[in-house]
């Protein structure tokens, strides 16, 4: 999924979504006043966008006449502009450990994790042990990571292929812990790691013994 940026040459899809980030809440005719196309090119693309959950819709009732839909960027369309947040964590992190002794920022730490999990609570515990390494896998994706399992004679292999942390793990590598704590705490069986990307490993790479 790309980027939306004004660095390069947009699309249409590209204009609607910058746009509706702009202004949210614009009718088909507000849009395509805005893009500068026509009403039917705006809602065949609004139907791709809708359709790749990209933006949502409102029905507004008018006083007189039927009523008419307005259209804003998804959640999911927002995570398509690049941020700013890897600046800001860093900071956060280096006054906390300014601020705080080194066993209280781990703590913080194994609370995120726990906080992760409690949002999952009941939904993995039953599970056998595959289908925990799925809903694992599902739970890192959600977190950011990019990740799957593999089953080996002796056990079995996680292998991350990106971390959202990787920026701000550079400066502060204890945020490198919480895959693997939320690997332990789903799976509930001893995890090793045998690679980091953070030490320039091209993954991350752990296993779990039968």
Excluded at 137 to 145: A, K, N, P, R, T
Aim: glycine residues 6%; charged residues 25%; contains cysteine.
């Amino acid at each position: 999924m790309k980027s939306v940026t004004s660095n390069q040459q947009e699309s249409t899809k590209d204009i609607i979504l910058r746009t509706l980030k702009q202004s949210p809440q614009l009718s088909v005719e507000e849009l395509a006043e805005a893009v500068d196309v026509s009403p039917v090119t705006v809602r065949h693309h609004l139907n791709g966008l809708q359709a790749d959950g990209l933006i949502e819709s409102e029905s507004v009732r008018r006083k007189v006449g039927r009523p008419y839909f307005v259209y804003s960027i998804s959640e999911k369309g927002q995570e398509l502009f690049p941020k700013r947040y890897v600046r800001l964590t860093s900071r956060l992190l280096a006054e906390l450990k300014n601020r705080l002794p080194a066993d209280m920022v781990r703590e913080i730490m194994e609370g995120v994790v726990q906080n992760v999990i409690a949002d999952h609570q009941g939904q993995f515990e039953n599970l056998p042990l595959e289908k925990r390494l799925d809903y694992l896998i599902d739970l890192l994706g959600e977190e950011g990571f990019l990740a799957h399992w593999q089953k080996k004679e002796d056990g079995y292999t996680i292998i991350e292929y990106s971390c959202p942390y990787l920026s701000v793990g550079q400066k502060h590598n204890e945020v490198c812990t919480i895959d693997k704590e939320l690997m332990l705490q789903v799976i509930q069986a001893p995890v090793t790691q045998h690679s980091c990307m953070l030490e320039g490993a091209d993954c991350c790479e752990f296993s779990i013994a039968a």
